[in-house]
């Protein structure tokens, strides 16, 4: 775990005078966990929402039924309604979201263990998102989706 990670975050949103929120699912809420490790962090961090069934993304998190139908759960499409529906919910400047397959199962051709998308957006509406493919384990995937969610945070909110 990258712990110098989310102090940066934590520091770049504190001077922004911005908060945070997630929208977490094959990650299970363990970007929150990391943000809220970090002394302090209720000065930034407003919760999140784990979406880990289809049923809590649409009913939570405004993902629409076509783009489950059409695309899956794990793809850029429902990366980027994950991120727009937990900005709905929460009144934050940034929000990121987590969709993919940890493994050891679940993973297709087309879809393989590993495959990760990651949603960034802000309040001004840009959304953003960025396709990983993991190698590794279940938690390595994990810890590595989180660690991509906290650069994508602090690129977001440095380049604001």
């Known amino acids: 775990m990258n712990s110098d990670l989310e102090v940066q975050v934590g520091d770049a949103l504190r001077q922004r005078g911005w908060w945070v929120c997630t929208a977490e ?10 943000l809220t490790n970090v002394p302090g962090s209720s000065a930034y961090v407003l919760g999140g929402i784990v979406a880990y069934a289809n049923e809590i993304k649409l ?8 783009t489950l139908a059409t695309h899956g ?11 727009r529906g937990v900005l709905a919910r929460f009144p934050a400047d940034v929000a990121v979201s987590i969709t993919g397959i940890a493994g050891p199962g679940g993973g ?5 263990v590993g495959l990760t998308y990651i949603g960034v957006g802000t309040r001004a509406g840009e959304v953003r998102v960025e396709r990983y493919l993991w190698q590794g384990d279940r938690e390595q995937v994990k810890q590595q989706s989180a660690d991509a969610a906290l650069r994508l945070i602090l690129q977001t909110i440095e380049g604001a």
């Open 73 to 83: 759960a794990v793809s850029a499409e429902t990366a980027a309604e994950m991120v």
């Open 59 to 66: 009913a939570l998190l405004g993902v629409q039924p076509e």
């Open 108 to 112: 297709t051709a087309d879809k393989p």
């Open 25 to 34: 699912s094959c990650t299970g809420g363990l970007v929150l966990h990391r």
